[in-house]
């Protein structure tokens, strides 16, 4: 079933649709179309629940003020069991507050729902690719990376329960100027680690575990790049270091 949030907000939107459709017909409003409806939670809780801007963008369709739009609008709608209270606000804000032993009750339907409280079509089985995190394999994860993650597949679980369909993508980007650098501070390390005097690249990655990592390409692969000549060392040495990284990263 919809939740509470989503069916109170339509409910709201008829409401005010259903108002302003009155006014025109008793010749309160001049028979424009009307603009789209929309309702909001308000930033300060002063203003209620929800609140409206629509007489705001009636006002510019019609030229009558906002906030005789707001006033007439709001003095024809329809009572709700629901809603509590209904208040104008200048410049022409409808706000509403609704009653505490509705919102009490929505908790006993969330409960009663479970997992499927507040799933909604509104997706109709589109298709959405998400991608996130997608880190360059230049090193480990570090917490931001995490909270790029938490969100990431957050909005994934938000969205199918929307009703898309949702395809999650971390994009490994193995190619560019940040792995050719990655390639090269890796292969500088090596040869420091062999006892060789090698200058770091300016642009290098100086962190520690670069000297881990070539300590541990040195464990398995011994000095056998010292025997290449350097264009080719730092590739072939470089793409065992990403290849580890990235094991690494799906670890994490």
């Known amino acids: 079933p919809a939740g509470g949030v989503t069916m109170i907000k339509q409910k709201l939107i008829d409401l005010l649709t259903r108002a302003a459709s009155e006014a025109q017909k008793s010749g309160k409003l001049p ?8 309702v909001e939670r ?4 002063e203003h209620g629940d929800y609140a409206s801007s629509f007489p705001l ?3 510019r369709a019609t030229g009558v003020s906002p906030l005789t739009i707001a ?4 003095r024809l709608i329809v009572p709700s069991p629901e809603i ?3 208040a104008v606000a200048p410049p022409g804000f409808i706000n509403f507050t609704l009653k505490s032993d509705w919102l009490t009750r929505q908790v006993d339907s969330i409960l009663v729902a479970g997992d499927s409280y507040a799933n909604i079509d509104l997706g109709q089985g589109s298709r959405v690719q998400l991608e996130f995190v997608s880190v360059n394999p230049t090193g480990r994860l570090h917490v931001g990376h995490g909270r790029g993650a938490i969100l990431g597949s957050t909005l994934a679980n938000v969205l199918a329960i929307a009703g898309y369909k949702v395809d999650k993508e971390y994009y490994i980007n193995d190619a560019g100027s940040q792995i050719d650098a990655f ?3 890796l292969y500088a390390r090596y040869q420091q680690c062999l006892g060789i005097d090698a200058e770091m690249p300016s642009d290098g990655y100086l962190g520690s575990y670069m000297t881990d990592l070539a300590k541990e390409i040195i464990a ?5 790049f010292l025997s290449l ?4 060392a730092v590739p072939q040495l470089g793409q065992l270091g990403l290849e580890k990284i990235i094991k690494l990263i799906r670890s994490d």
């Open 71 to 74: 006033q007439d609008i709001a």
């Open 31 to 38: 028979s424009v179309t009307l603009p789209e409806v929309t």
């Open 42 to 45: 308000p930033q300060n809780p």
């Open 183 to 185: 390639h090269r501070s």
């Open 220 to 224: 398995e692969e011994g000095d056998r």
């Open 229 to 232: 000549p350097g264009q080719e």
């Open 84 to 86: 509590d209270s209904i």
């Open 57 to 59: 963008k009636l006002a």
